[in-house]
C-alpha cells in the first residue's frame, strides 16, 4: 500500500518573493522576503533553449523591470527565454522596476537590488534549504510554441526538484493542467495544486484541456477534485465562504491568490481559507496563531 500524500500547511506565501518590496524572482527577493517569516515562496520557472529550468513569470524578458548587459532598459519584450540559452538570460538585470512605469507606479514600496539575475531553479532550491515553495509551470494553451510543451517542463523541473532533494518541500501548480497532470501520472508523490481564474474557467476545455465545470454542474471545486487535488488555487476575488466550504467537504486545501488588501485577508481567514498567496506578506494577518494554522493532513 502506497504511503499517503501529507499535504504540508499552505499558510502565507510570497508572490514571486513578495514583488511589492522586492524584485520578483529572485535569489535576493527571495532572501529578503524570508527574513519576514513567509511559511512559503511562490515562484514561476520557464526554460531556456538549452534545456535549463529558470525562475521567471514572462516567457520573455518584461522591459518594465529588465535592462541589458550594458544597463540600458529593454524597449519592448525581449526574445522568448525558450530562445536564448541560460548564458544570454544570466546578462539581464532584473533587480529594479522601470522608473515611470505603470508597473513601477504598481509597487511603490519595492526596494530594488540592482545587479539581481534571473535564477535557476536549481540555485533557488539549492541556496534557501529550510524554504517551501510553490512552483507555477508557465506555459500557455493559447500560444504553445512560447514555451517548452508542459509535460517536458514539468519533467524537467522534477529533475531539478530531485537534484536538490526538495520533494517534500515543494507544491507544483499551472494554469494548464496539462502539466500537472503529467506530475500525477508519473510522480504521485509530489504535491499539485490548480490554478484558477474566471478567464480560465470560462475557456476551461482549452485550459485543461478538455473538462469543464459543466461536467461538474457548474462546481470549479468538483473538478479539482476530480483531478485528485489536493489542492485548489483560486483566484481569491471569485471567492466565497460557500465554495470555500465545498471545496474542504471535498477534501480539498483552499490556497488563494494574490491577495494584497489586508480587509480581504482577513475576509478569507474568516472563511477557512488554508492559504493566502501576497505581494505584500508585510500586511498579512498572522497565519501561524493556533486558530489559523493549519495541519498537514493525509488525503
Same mark, same amino acid.
Given at each position: 500500500?502506497?504511503?499517503?500524500?501529507? #499535504?504540508?500547511?499552505?499558510?502565507?506565501?510570497?508572490?514571486?518573493?513578495?514583488?511589492?518590496?522586492?524584485?520578483?524572482?529572485?535569489?535576493?527577493?527571495?532572501?529578503?522576503?524570508?527574513? %519576514?517569516? &513567509?511559511? $512559503?515562496?511562490?515562484?514561476?520557472?520557464?526554460?531556456?533553449?538549452?534545456?535549463?529550468?529558470?525562475?521567471?513569470?514572462?516567457?520573455?524578458?518584461?522591459?518594465?523591470?529588465?535592462?541589458?548587459?550594458?544597463?540600458?532598459?529593454?524597449?519592448?519584450?525581449?526574445?522568448?527565454?525558450?530562445? @536564448?540559452?541560460?548564458?544570454?538570460?544570466?546578462?539581464?538585470?532584473?533587480?529594479?522596476?522601470?522608473?515611470?512605469?505603470?508597473?513601477?507606479?504598481?509597487? /511603490?514600496?519595492?526596494?530594488?537590488?540592482?545587479?539581481? =539575475?534571473?535564477?535557476?531553479?536549481?540555485?533557488?532550491?539549492?541556496?534557501?534549504?529550510?524554504?517551501?515553495?510553490?512552483?507555477?509551470?508557465?506555459?500557455?494553451?493559447?500560444?504553445?510554441?512560447?514555451?517548452?510543451?508542459?509535460?517536458?517542463?514539468?519533467?524537467?523541473?522534477?529533475?531539478?526538484?530531485?537534484?536538490? $532533494? +526538495? *520533494?517534500? =518541500? &515543494?507544491?507544483?501548480?499551472?494554469?494548464?493542467?496539462?502539466?500537472? =497532470?503529467?506530475? =500525477?501520472?508519473?510522480?504521485?508523490?509530489?504535491?499539485?495544486?490548480? %490554478? #484558477?481564474?474566471? +478567464?480560465?474557467?470560462?475557456?476551461?476545455?482549452?485550459?485543461?484541456? *478538455?473538462?469543464?465545470?459543466?461536467?461538474?454542474?457548474?462546481?470549479?471545486?468538483?473538478?479539482?477534485?476530480?483531478?485528485? *487535488?489536493?489542492?485548489?488555487? /483560486?483566484?481569491?476575488?471569485? @471567492?466565497?465562504?460557500? @465554495?470555500? $466550504?465545498? $471545496?474542504?467537504?471535498?477534501?480539498?486545501?483552499? @490556497?488563494?491568490?494574490?491577495?494584497?488588501?489586508? +480587509?480581504?485577508?482577513?475576509?478569507?481567514?474568516?472563511?477557512?481559507?488554508?492559504?493566502?498567496?501576497?505581494?505584500?506578506?508585510?500586511?498579512?494577518?498572522?497565519?501561524?496563531?493556533?486558530?489559523?494554522?493549519?495541519?498537514? #493532513?493525509?488525503?
Amino acid at each position: 500500500m502506497s504511503k499517503p500524500l501529507i #499535504t504540508p500547511p499552505l499558510g502565507l506565501q510570497g508572490h514571486r518573493g513578495a514583488r511589492g518590496l522586492f524584485p520578483e524572482n529572485t535569489l535576493e527577493g527571495f532572501r529578503s522576503v524570508r527574513a %519576514l517569516g &513567509v511559511d $512559503a515562496i511562490e515562484l514561476d520557472v520557464s526554460m531556456t533553449a538549452d534545456k535549463v529550468v529558470v525562475v521567471s513569470h514572462d516567457l520573455s524578458p518584461n522591459p518594465d523591470l529588465t535592462r541589458d548587459a550594458s544597463g540600458a532598459w529593454l524597449s519592448a519584450p525581449g526574445p522568448r527565454l525558450r530562445d @536564448l540559452t541560460f548564458a544570454d538570460v544570466s546578462r539581464y538585470d532584473v533587480g529594479r522596476l522601470r522608473p515611470g512605469s505603470r508597473y513601477a507606479a504598481s509597487f /511603490p514600496d519595492q526596494r530594488p537590488a540592482d545587479g539581481a =539575475r534571473i535564477p535557476t531553479l536549481a540555485d533557488v532550491l539549492c541556496g534557501i534549504p529550510d524554504m517551501r515553495f510553490t512552483i507555477e509551470l508557465k506555459s500557455d494553451p493559447r500560444d504553445p510554441d512560447r514555451n517548452a510543451p508542459p509535460a517536458v517542463l514539468a519533467e524537467a523541473t522534477l529533475g531539478v526538484i530531485d537534484a536538490a $532533494a +526538495a *520533494g517534500a =518541500r &515543494v507544491v507544483v501548480e499551472s494554469f494548464d493542467w496539462r502539466g500537472p =497532470r503529467h506530475v =500525477r501520472r508519473i510522480r504521485p508523490d509530489i504535491v499539485l495544486a490548480w %490554478l #484558477t481564474r474566471p +478567464a480560465t474557467e470560462r475557456d476551461a476545455v482549452l485550459w485543461w484541456d *478538455g473538462p469543464s465545470p459543466a461536467d461538474f454542474g457548474g462546481s470549479v471545486p468538483r473538478a479539482v477534485a476530480a483531478e485528485g *487535488g489536493p489542492i485548489w488555487a /483560486p483566484e481569491y476575488t471569485g @471567492l466565497t465562504p460557500d @465554495l470555500v $466550504a465545498e $471545496a474542504h467537504e471535498l477534501g480539498l486545501r483552499v @490556497l488563494a491568490w494574490t491577495v494584497n488588501d489586508p +480587509a480581504a485577508m482577513r475576509d478569507l481567514l474568516g472563511w477557512g481559507v488554508d492559504g493566502l498567496i501576497t505581494d505584500r506578506p508585510d500586511l498579512a494577518p498572522q497565519l501561524n496563531s493556533a486558530e489559523n494554522s493549519p495541519k498537514a #493532513t493525509p488525503v
